[in-house]
């Protein structure tokens, strides 16, 4: 049972705005995929019109998935997402285990990784020894958590700040590249054999991670769905009006790029927006780029903070997590000791793995395996009717839920078929929460018998 009341201590705030959730959604998203992805898809794919393709069919899968989590998330319009979701509709055991994955590995990777890039780009305007270099990247991550323990509004500001401020840089990118590049639209048609060959159907798996793992963000806005002020109304409109932000934007960098570049000038940039912005206004480029990088990966990392410590927060509620994650400070009105936990793993994954590929490459395999578990979850909810009167309807159900349902499926499926051992590792990550789950779930279970049957019948 989904417990989301307790009178003896304070409830979070609902402060929050659609406009807030948009905030959310494009500052989580826009991380530094779209700076750091393009070169590596480049070398997988062979042309721009195939770029072009994977970027579109993300962002429709994207579009369909924000569907999904609009409805789902004003059918229950209460903190923690996901794991309200699957909880509802398969039980508290799912419902940990998608929890438990979020804080050893899904949500505190980008902590730390990203952490890791935006010192890597302030290193454009000072040098750093290794040390220095993660001592930066713990601070950074300090900071972050200290926002985020002195209250949902400073956080919230601070998300719709860096989420202007990002989408502002991107969209300078796009229209400098256009201006000031002389006509070269010619690159566009540029073609050339793949550098990572290792199958054409490998490489389009391998390229649709990479792309997916820079559109990620839309289910996160449902996290904090107990902190809006009218939910029914800021969660649909903030996802949908945040995908298409999100999405003309990648579509408009990711065509300047190749304008600018071609495919083997693509290839070659370690950095394909310092190349790109090089190109159009000279060296001054990189350091406007290196800005928008950094206020673009705290941004995202802050915004994943704030959503997903509320899903340790309602688990904890719920007698299924360490207790103390419930605790909510009683001046700020946050989950503070989820978020300190938060920061805390965050930290030591960036100690333990240190580098930005190693933390990032299971990250999306467990995302959309939980992905396929909510889609499943939303078919069965919608069938027992839950919270139907209020609940945004998702056009084109049952057809577009059933096509991202297989889609998620099937993008599962050939990862672990290519790459088995890799695969294999991240579901081991996963799969340390079953001990614990025995403890908290089905221990619960005979705790909360053992109870009853020591009180009585009813009445006696």
């Known amino acids: 049972m989904l417990d989301q009341s307790n009178a003896s201590q304070p409830s979070l705030k609902k402060v929050l705005t659609w406009v ?15 700076f750091a992805t393009p070169q590596r898809i480049a070398m997988l794919v062979e042309s721009f019109p195939v770029v072009l393709g994977l970027w579109v069919g993300v962002a429709a899968f994207a579009l369909i998935g924000g569907l999904i989590y609009a409805e ?6 209460v903190t923690g997402g996901e794991y309200v979701y699957i909880t509802k509709a398969f039980g508290p055991f799912a419902g940990f285990m998608f929890g438990w994955a979020q804080l050893f590995i899904i949500r505190t990777s980008p902590a730390a990784g990203l952490s890791i890039i935006a010192v890597d780009y302030l290193e454009h305007f000072v040098a750093l020894t290794p040390t220095q270099q993660t001592l930066a990247a713990l601070g950074i991550i300090v900071v972050i958590g200290c926002i985020n323990y002195l209250g949902v509004k400073p956080a919230s500001v601070f998300q719709n700040v860096t989420s202007v401020l990002k989408v502002a840089g991107l969209i300078a990118i796009i229209v400098l590249g256009v201006l000031l590049v002389g006509p070269a639209e010619g690159q566009l048609q540029t073609a050339a054999p793949v550098t990572l060959e290792t199958g054409m159907l490998a490489n389009l798996v391998a390229a649709l991670y990479l792309v997916m793992f820079t559109s990620i963000g839309w289910e996160r806005v449902g996290y904090v769905a107990g902190e809006m002020k009218n939910p029914r109304r800021a969660l649909p409109r903030g996802i949908l009006l945040g995908l298409a932000v999100v999405g003309v934007v990648y579509l408009l960098a990711n065509t300047v790029y190749f304008r600018t570049l071609g495919i ?23 350091a406007i780029i290196a800005v928008i990088v950094v206020i673009s990966c705290t941004g995202s990392i802050n915004g994943t903070m704030l959503s997903s410590t509320r899903v340790y927060y309602t688990m904890a509620k719920d007698g299924l997590f360490f207790r103390w994650f419930q605790h909510v400070h009683p001046k700020y009105r946050t989950p503070a000791l989820a978020i300190l936990a938060h920061c805390v793993w965050g930290a030591v994954i960036l100690l333990a793995r240190g580098g930005f590929e190693d933390i990032v490459a299971g990250m999306i395999f467990a995302v959309l395996i939980f992905y396929g578990v909510t889609a499943s979850a939303f078919f069965v909810l919608r069938h027992r009717r839950v919270g139907e009167a209020m609940a945004f309807k998702m056009p084109g159900y049952p057809i577009l839920p059933a096509v991202y349902l297989a889609i998620t499926i099937a993008l599962v499926v050939l990862r672990a078929w290519y790459e088995p051992q890799a695969s294999l590792i991240d579901l081991a990550f996963v799969a340390t929460g079953l001990p614990f789950a025995i403890y908290w779930v089905w221990g619960k279970g005979r705790r909360s018998r053992r109870a009853a049957a020591a009180a009585g019948p009813a009445g006696s």
Do not use: Y
């Not at 789902?72 to 319009?77: A, D, K, N, S, V």
């Not at 290839?267 to 206004?281: C, D, F, S």
């Open 20 to 34: 807030d959730a948009m905030g959310i959604l494009v500052g989580i998203t826009i991380g530094s995929g779209i």
């Open 72 to 77: 789902l998330g004003t059918r229950m319009p």
């Open 264 to 286: 083997e000038g693509l290839r070659a940039a370690e950095r394909v927006a310092t190349a790109t912005m090089t190109v159009a206004i000279g060296p001054v480029g990189a």
